[in-house]
């Protein structure tokens, strides 16, 4: 059984920990999400999350017997919610976890922020990644946005890598 929490101070280290598990880890350890191939280095850090903890919106966490093995970011915008660091632990991925967090992350766009849309920015090199995503309603908007090489999250393998936007609309 998933328990859903919101994610505070005390949780970032097992934050930090899962979010850069299932989007770089090391050899062998890989999950079906990850983008060690495209990006190397750390995704986040404890500093960042803090940061993303005190602006506007939600770090939405998922727990089973007391171990943290999701997390998910909501960032309420002007006429849209954004969704960001969809995290599975990759022990616990294919089991329905990430489609459950996604799920939720939607649900507290509309119902708390009264939102009608959601957006996400998925890695143009993560093709299985984007499918994903559509199987779940999401649309491409025909918007790319360059990789943000000064944000901290990593650097990629390849230069040209960027970011396509999809948005989905919400049930209220």
Same mark, same amino acid.
């Given at each position: ?35 060690? %191939?495209?990006?190397?280095? &750390?995704?986040?850090?404890? #500093?960042?999350?803090?940061?993303? @903890?005190? *602006?506007?919106?939600? +770090? /939405? ?38 489609? %459950?967090?996604?799920?939720? &992350?939607?649900?507290?766009? #509309?119902?708390?922020?009264?939102? @009608?849309? *959601?957006?996400?920015? +998925? /890695? ?8 994903y995503y559509l199987r779940r309603g999401y649309q491409p908007t025909g918007e790319r946005q360059p990789y943000p090489l000064g944000a901290g999250v990593g650097l990629p ?16």
């Open positions: 059984m998933l328990q859903l929490t919101t994610a505070t101070a005390a949780d970032l280290p097992a934050l930090s920990q899962l979010v850069n598990l299932a989007y770089r880890p090391g050899e062998g350890q890989a999950g079906w999400t990850h983008e060690s %191939a495209l990006i190397r280095g &750390a995704r986040t850090s404890e #500093a960042q999350l803090a940061a993303v @903890l005190a *602006a506007p919106g939600q +770090v /939405l966490l998922g727990w089973q017997a007391g171990q943290l093995v999701a997390c998910v970011h909501i960032e309420p915008a002007d006429s849209y919610g954004y969704i960001g660091m969809l995290a599975v632990d990759p022990a616990c991925q294919a089991g329905g976890i990430g489609k %459950a967090m996604l799920a939720h &992350a939607e649900a507290t766009l #509309a119902s708390h922020y009264r939102l @009608l849309r *959601a957006r996400m920015s +998925v /890695l143009a090199g993560r093709p299985e990644l984007r499918a393998l390849d230069a040209a890598l960027d970011l396509e936007m999809l948005e989905k609309p919400l049930v209220a």
